[in-house]
C-alpha cells in the first residue's frame, strides 16, 4: 500500500530538503568566492635581476628594471632605494618614474634600504633614522608603501638588547606614520641577535606600534635555524611581504650563503607547508622573489623574472592542489 505523510511530515521534508539545497548552495558559493580571491600576489625584488656584471657589481638602471617585470607580469615591484636616490640625483623625474611603475600594472610593495637605525652608538643610530626618513621620502614620491629594516650594523653583536631594540623600532615607525611608509622589521639569518623568528617577533611585539610588522625570508629563516612551523603563531596581517626563494641540500646551513639561493620548486625548502602556514594565518602577502644567483645574474634578466614568476606560481598551485 502506498505510504501516507501527513502535512506536519511533508512540511519537515520539504524543509530538509530546502536546508539541504541552501546549504550546499552556500558551500559551492564559499569555495567559489575563496578561489576568486587571489590567495598570494607575486612581486619583483630587483636583487633578482639588478646586477649586469654577473658578479653583483654594477647594479641595472631602475627603468630597466621596472620594465622587465611589468612586461613578465608581476603584481608588484621591491627596488633598491639606493638606485631610486640614483635615478633622482642624475635627474630623472621622479614623476616619470612613478607613471612608468604605474603604467606597467605594478605597485611599490617594498623597498629594500641599510639605514643603521638598530645600533647601540648614538651618533649612528641617529644617521641611520635621518637614512630611514631620506629612503622613506623618496619611496613615497613614486608610491613606494614599505621599507625593510634589517638589523644593519649590529649582524655581528651577540648582546644586542632586544628591548632596546624595540624601543628603536618604535621610533622609525613613528617616524614612518609621519612619511606615510611602514618599516618592515627584516629577519637576517646570518645576524648574530635577529636571526630567528622569536626574536624579529619579540621586537615587533615589544615595540607596542599597531603598524608593527616583519618581513620573513624562506632562505633567512633556515639560515638562522628557526622552524618554519613558527610562521603559524604570527597573525598573517603582520606579514604584507614575504621573501620567496628556495635552497639547495648542500652546502648546508651552517655554510650556505646568499648566492646559493634557487628558484623556488628548485631546492628543498618545504615550500608547500610554508605557504599553507602562511595561508591558514590569514596572510595574503606579496611573494616577493628575491634572489642573488651568480648564475642567474649571467642570463638574460627579462628569462629570469619569468622563469622566477612562473616557479612562483606553480609552487603555490602546487601547495593548494
Not at 633614522?129 to 625593510?148: C, N
Not at 623568528?197 to 606600534?209: D, K, N, P, Q, R
Not at 626563494?245 to 652546502?251: F, K, L, R, S
Not at 625548502?269 to 605557504?275: Q, R, V
Request: with cysteine; aromatic share 8%.
Amino acid at each position: 500500500m502506498p505510504v501516507s505523510l501527513d502535512r506536519r511530515q511533508l512540511l519537515a521534508a520539504g524543509g530538509a530538503g530546502i536546508v539541504t539545497s541552501f546549504v550546499g548552495t552556500t558551500t559551492q558559493s564559499a569555495r567559489a568566492a575563496e578561489q576568486a580571491v587571489p590567495r598570494f600576489g607575486y612581486c619583483l625584488n630587483m636583487s633578482t635581476i639588478r646586477a649586469f656584471d654577473g658578479k653583483g657589481g654594477t647594479p641595472r638602471p631602475i627603468v630597466e628594471q621596472i620594465a622587465i617585470a611589468a612586461k613578465a607580469g608581476y603584481n608588484a615591484i621591491e627596488p633598491w632605494v639606493r638606485e631610486v636616490h640614483e635615478y633622482k640625483e642624475s635627474g630623472g623625474s621622479m614623476k616619470d618614474l612613478r607613471k612608468r611603475i604605474e603604467d606597467g600594472g605594478l605597485t611599490v610593495e617594498s623597498a629594500i634600504g641599510f639605514a643603521t637605525w638598530i645600533v647601540d652608538d648614538a651618533a649612528k643610530r641617529a644617521e641611520g633614522y635621518e637614512t630611514a626618513k631620506r629612503d622613506m621620502d623618496v619611496l613615497l614620491e613614486i608610491g613606494g608603501k614599505r621599507l625593510a629594516a634589517p638589523p644593519v650594523g649590529a649582524t655581528n653583536q651577540t648582546d644586542l638588547n632586544l628591548f632596546a631594540v624595540a624601543e628603536r623600532y618604535r621610533k622609525l615607525l613613528e617616524i614612518g606614520d609621519e612619511i606615510g611608509v611602514v618599516p618592515e622589521l627584516e629577519l637576517w639569518g646570518f645576524s648574530k641577535s635577529m636571526s630567528r623568528l622569536g626574536e624579529v617577533m619579540f621586537v615587533a611585539v615589544e615595540s607596542g606600534h599597531p603598524s608593527a610588522c616583519v618581513l620573513p625570508d624562506v632562505y633567512h629563516i633556515y639560515k638562522g635555524g628557526s622552524a618554519f612551523t613558527g610562521l603559524g603563531l604570527i597573525n598573517g596581517s603582520s606579514i604584507q611581504v614575504f621573501h620567496m626563494n628556495d635552497y639547495p641540500a648542500d652546502p648546508p646551513r651552517e655554510t650556505i650563503g646568499d648566492a646559493d639561493r634557487v628558484y623556488p620548486g628548485d631546492g628543498v625548502a618545504p615550500l608547500g607547508d610554508i605557504l599553507r602556514t602562511l595561508h591558514a594565518t590569514g596572510c595574503h602577502c606579496m611573494l616577493s622573489l628575491e634572489l642573488f644567483n651568480r648564475e642567474y645574474w649571467k642570463q638574460d634578466p627579462a628569462e629570469v623574472a619569468k622563469t622566477g614568476l612562473a616557479k612562483m606560481r606553480a609552487t603555490v598551485e602546487a601547495a593548494f592542489a
